[in-house]
């Protein structure tokens, strides 16, 4: 009988969803439709771009990436790939008649038509993010490998072991044992090498260490030289991972022989490494500080010749993020975060002020054609999802390449500008729903980022996506209070050790004034969310909610810090908080205590759902715990959602479906007039 009667409350609940969705103008159903366009290629001779799609499978709860070629002038698209399988990391190879990829965790190679599907590599371990050797002999990959296995053999038999033995135990003897939602306590990542025809791959990076290192990796850290004699790769040479960014490249002969680790002097994360077409220079970001992770990422520049690196961005205030080389080798082109956007600079190669040349675009995945002459990236907005698009290098001709997704007709996010803590103007957005009538009042649902080092930009996401939160009937929010990225490194620096300083009263005076801006919002109803240092937040506010000029009704805690004190002996890169808090609790207990919420218990009043996964071993499961006791202990109204198969981020597209569902339900319930479900 309760099994009866629970499983008729599980249907009402979901019927009552769905009419509630039903009437929502954007919902998680429509974001779950949304094909995922990125990693655009082009071919060697600049008249094709591959590039990937991918397509929620929901029943099997899982995205599935399949592999597309159009031309560069448009139109033509063609699907190269099918199958309940994702492929991805399409490459082409160096004459442009073949494309290797990824699928099954293993290296394929097909012709550029799709036709003549070959496995390269059949290693145990799985491959993954292949590249091509210039003379296209060659093909890179990394595996996860166990660093004392010198065959492959080794290592499938220890995974057969492990796989069929009882015991599931894990012994450590070293930190950095864990990382994001992944035991790293028995294998390493490993640069291998195979021949372009298939056959046994070789481990270039043999011994106990992370090439390159998970906790520094920015894309694809590695790379042939020219001549295809010389890879570079990276790794950290420091013994304690856990309380180290010294990530270094280090360059081989291909052909075998000793590592030369050419940024020994910096002990900040070091990545990215691209050799010049005259194989003269190896160009690389750079962080100077070590220990600081958002630290400026700098151009540098490495003369092979001399053993010099020099930095090519001196006085830029923003961090470089991908780059390209011109044919000619004059200058380089970048992407950097700028308020909100991601847009293209240009520099000569003798270093110099960059130049802004794509402008309002948020580009990624940069990539320029042999000649010169075009660019071709990805881009989206909060209003429009990821295509594949085209630039003039000077600029002019934005162009899309792909459409793989009709127009929504959302609104585009509005800017807004106010004042924070010490006079500092501080920038934000605000998305109105589709169907916004300024004679309504509506709720404000204030969303804060993660990071904290982060940034909500004007760019489409698929897990905090503003568009779902507006067409559900609220006006949302999204501040870029101090720790954001993308408007000078100082703005950035002012949150280390001030987690609750200066960006709580940027928060607060961003609310007080989009309150008092917009006559359309109800000051009576607004609500607050946020994810990992958001979630953090969150909890600050929750014992601080007492701002005479903003009263939050409603919270939403997302895989939050609760007790920083408990945080730094759970987590895993213990760099982080270290930074953050100027030592550990034991050194400087001081910050520790200053910062944590779990310390203003006494104060909390708001009602607030709590969510945490257990495969989160960044910001473990017991902080939503803790709190979680804290206020069921406190009688306040509160729910704990929890996902025993996700880790840091929800992904998985039925957990993600009822995280939104959940989290509207909770807003509703508070700052609607008349809630959307029982």
């Known amino acids: ?117 070959e496995q390269v590599t059949k290693i145990s371990s799985g491959a993954a993010a292949p590249i091509w050797s210039p003379d296209g002999k060659w093909i890179a990959f990394t595996s996860d490998v166990y660093p004392d296995c010198d065959n492959d053999d080794c290592n499938k038999k220890r995974d057969e072991q492990a796989e069929s033995s009882k015991v599931k135990a894990h012994i450590i003897t070293r930190l950095l044992y864990k990382h994001w939602d992944e035991w790293r306590d028995v294998k390493r990542t490993h640069v291998f090498v195979v021949s372009s025809k298939g056959g046994t791959a070789r481990d270039l990076t043999g011994g106990d260490f992370d090439s390159p290192p998970y906790a520094a990796s920015s894309g694809v850290d590695y790379a042939f030289s020219p001549d295809s004699t010389e890879i570079a790769y990276l790794r950290n040479p420091d013994k304690v991972e856990a309380i180290s960014t010294n990530s270094d490249i280090y360059v081989m002969p291909l052909s075998g022989g000793p590592a030369k680790n050419i940024t020994v002097r910096n002990h900040g994360y070091d990545a990215g490494p691209v050799y010049t077409r005259d194989g003269k220079f190896i160009l690389y970001r750079s962080q100077a500080t070590a220990g600081f992770e958002a630290d400026r990422w700098r151009l540098m520049a490495y003369n092979r010749a001399t053993g010099a690196s020099v930095e090519l961005t001196r006085g830029f205030d923003l961090q470089v993020e991908e780059l390209v080389v011109s044919p000619d080798g004059n200058f380089i082109y970048f992407t950097a975060a700028d308020r909100g956007k991601s847009p293209i600079f240009k520099i000569p190669f003798g270093g110099g002020v960059p130049q802004k040349i794509v402008n309002n675009v948020f580009a990624t995945n940069l990539r320029l054609t042999p000649d010169g002459r075009t660019f071709v990236f990805a881009s989206s907005s909060m209003a429009s999802p990821a295509e594949v698009y085209k630039a003039n290098a000077d600029g002019s001709g934005l162009t899309a390449l792909s459409s793989a997704n009709a127009q929504a007709n959302l609104k585009q996010a509005e800017e807004i500008e106010w004042t924070g803590a010490l006079g500092r103007k501080v920038h934000g957005y605000i998305i109105k729903p589709n169907n916004f009538d300024p004679g309504r009042k509506y709720p404000l649902a204030v969303l804060i980022h993660g990071g904290p080092q982060s940034a909500w930009n004007d760019n489409w996401g698929y897990r905090w996506n503003p568009q779902v939160f507006a067409n559900a009937g609220y006006v949302v929010f999204t501040p870029n209070p101090r720790g954001s990225v993308g408007y000078g490194q100082q703005f950035v620096n002012e949150i280390s050790g001030d987690w609750g300083g200066k960006v709580y009263t940027d928060l607060m005076n961003g609310v007080a004034e989009v309150l008092r801006r917009n006559s359309f919002i109800d000051r009576n109803r607004v609500g607050a969310a946020g994810a990992s240092y958001g979630g953090y937040m969150i909890n600050w506010l929750l014992g601080h909610n007492n701002d005479p000029r903003v009263r939050f009704k409603v919270f939403v805690s997302h895989d939050g810090v609760y007790n920083l004190e408990s945080m730094y002996g759970a987590t895993e890169e213990l760099w982080f908080p270290e930074w953050e808090f100027k030592g550990t609790p034991w050194t400087n207990p001081a910050l520790y205590t200053r910062w944590s919420p779990h310390k203003f218990a006494q104060n909390f009043n708001t009602p607030i759902l709590i969510i945490h996964s257990e495969l989160d071993f960044r ?47 909770w807003l509703d319930k508070y700052l609607q007039r008349e809630p959307a479900t029982e």
Not at 66 to 85: A, E, F, P
Not at 105 to 114: A, E, T
Not at 625 to 651: C, N, Y
Request: aromatic share 8%.
């Open 1 to 117: 009988m309760k099994r009866f009667v629970a499983l008729v409350s599980v249907l009402l609940v979901g019927l009552c969803s769905l009419a509630a969705a039903q009437n929502r103008t954007y919902t998680i159903e429509d974001l779950l439709k949304v094909r995922r366009v990125g990693d655009p290629q082009i071919s060697p001779d600049g008249k094709h771009v591959v590039f990937t799609i991918g397509d929620v499978n929901f029943d099997g709860n899982r995205v599935v990436n399949q592999i597309y070629v159009t031309s560069i002038d448009g139109g033509n698209t063609k699907q190269l790939t099918s199958g309940d399988r994702s492929s991805s990391a399409p490459r082409w190879s160096p004459d442009g008649k073949k494309i290797a990829y990824t699928t099954g965790s293993q290296v394929w190679v097909m012709d550029n038509d799709g036709d003549h599907k």
């Open 619 to 665: 910001v473990p499961l017991g902080e939503g715990m803790q709190l979680f006791t804290a206020v069921q202990r406190k009688g306040i109204d509160s729910k704990f959602l929890t996902f025993p198969d996700e880790g840091h981020w929800v992904l998985k597209p039925q957990n993600s479906q009822l995280w939104f569902h959940t989290v509207l339900d």
